[in-house]
């Protein structure tokens, strides 16, 4: 405590009314700035900020070099009037759109309320251009995900994310039976191929991992709030994926005939790729990427346009593939044509 500065005897609520204070007035500030203002110990003001969360107010933090830095998520009195043009809420249509995706979950419910508000506040002669302006882009979507059993949970999820608690998360994992307990710092949301996924640290594991939200079963919020680590950055635990699944990097050659050439030499299917034209009027992609699976699905889906020059596992790993559909077939045949033929008989 500074010499000559009186000491401060706030109660709990004296505190809570001078950290909310404090916090909408300056862009941030640590547990020891909040500490010093308020003549407590950096526990007493931990407990505080979990006060004022219950009292309404969304607490966000972030490092700041090399500090953790606490302020509110949005300061609502000082959010200026927003108007829209009509590009503008074209672009926000077509977003809207892609929300498709969000089916079943609390998300898409939030997206259409924040429609409702956009719409409400409009001038009248744009709201005559909103049905068309609806129609600019139309999902079609395939192979849905069904977040019919997740649903309830999501919104304890979005709790736990924008608030940094700890959660305990029951997760079904896919082809399994009972559904397994995990311990989780949830981070990120990813999204890929129209599933939205959990990226977290599971500290039963011990490791990074990733739940898909239609399996989860349940979530329970903790009152433990966790640091992420500072410098995180999502991205950096797909840098090597082909997908999501980062295993070992593999340097990946495919070759692509003619038929196919022109659509696959104008995508980027992976940062660095090279794509070299060859003598038949085909094309060769070759780039470095982990996710076998996922690979082999990709080259699959191509049929007998693609064929893999390296390495030689995944060449293996599609032939085989190839063989036991082929063989699959083949013994289906045998079996409908003995059918028909006792059928006949």
Request: glycine share 6%; no cysteine; aromatic share 8%.
């Given at each position: 405590m500074q010499k000559g500065k009186p000491a401060k005897k706030y109660s709990q609520a004296g505190r809570l009314h001078t950290i909310i204070r404090l916090l909408e007035a300056r862009r941030g500030m640590t547990l020891d700035e909040l500490a010093q203002e308020c003549d407590v110990d950096r526990r007493t003001i931990h407990r505080d900020l979990n006060a004022v969360e219950e009292a309404g107010y969304t607490l966000t933090s972030e490092w700041q070099e090399g500090k953790k830095v606490y302020g509110f998520l949005a300061k609502s009195r000082n959010i200026p009037p927003i108007t829209f043009t009509l590009?503008?809420?074209?672009?926000?249509?077509?977003?809207?759109?892609?929300?498709?995706?969000?089916?079943?979950?609390?998300?898409?419910?939030?997206?259409?309320?924040?429609?409702?508000?956009?719409?409400?506040?409009?001038?009248?002669?744009?709201?005559?251009?909103?049905?068309?302006?609806?129609?600019?882009?139309?999902?079609?979507?395939?192979?849905?995900?069904?977040?019919?059993?997740?649903?309830?949970?999501?919104?304890?999820?979005?709790?736990?994310?924008?608030?940094?608690?700890?959660?305990?998360?029951?997760?079904?994992?896919?082809?399994?039976?009972?559904a397994e307990e995990y311990e989780v710092d949830p981070y990120t949301l990813v999204f890929h191929k129209g599933g939205i996924y959990l990226l977290g640290y599971a500290h039963n594991r011990g490791a990074m991992r990733l739940f898909a939200l239609e399996r989860v079963r349940g979530v329970e919020v903790t009152r433990q709030r966790f640091d992420i680590p500072e410098g995180y950055e999502p991205e950096s635990q797909f840098t090597s994926a082909f997908g999501l699944v980062s295993d070992t990097p593999m340097r990946v050659r495919v070759r692509f005939s003619s038929e196919v050439a022109p659509s696959v030499r104008e995508r980027l299917w992976r940062p660095g790729q090279q794509v070299k034209a060859d003598r038949d009027g085909g094309v060769i992609v070759e780039f470095e990427a982990a996710g076998e699976k996922e690979l082999v699905a990709w080259i699959l889906s191509y049929g007998a346009h693609a064929e893999v020059l390296e390495p030689p596992e995944l060449r293996r790993e599609v032939k085989r593939q190839v063989r036991e559909m082929r063989e699959f077939y083949r013994s289906k045949e045998k079996g409908e044509k003995k059918g028909g033929k006792g059928h006949d008989a």
């Open positions: 590009n503008q809420l074209m672009s926000l249509y077509l977003l809207r759109s892609l929300g498709v995706h969000l089916a079943g979950t609390p998300f898409q419910q939030e997206i259409e309320e924040l429609f409702r508000t956009i719409t409400s506040v409009l001038p009248d002669r744009y709201v005559a251009h909103l049905e068309r302006i609806a129609r600019v882009a139309l999902p079609i979507l395939h192979g849905a995900r069904d977040y019919s059993a997740a649903g309830t949970h999501v919104e304890e999820l979005q709790r736990a994310l924008l608030h940094q608690y700890r959660i305990r998360l029951r997760y079904a994992k896919q082809g399994r039976g009972a």
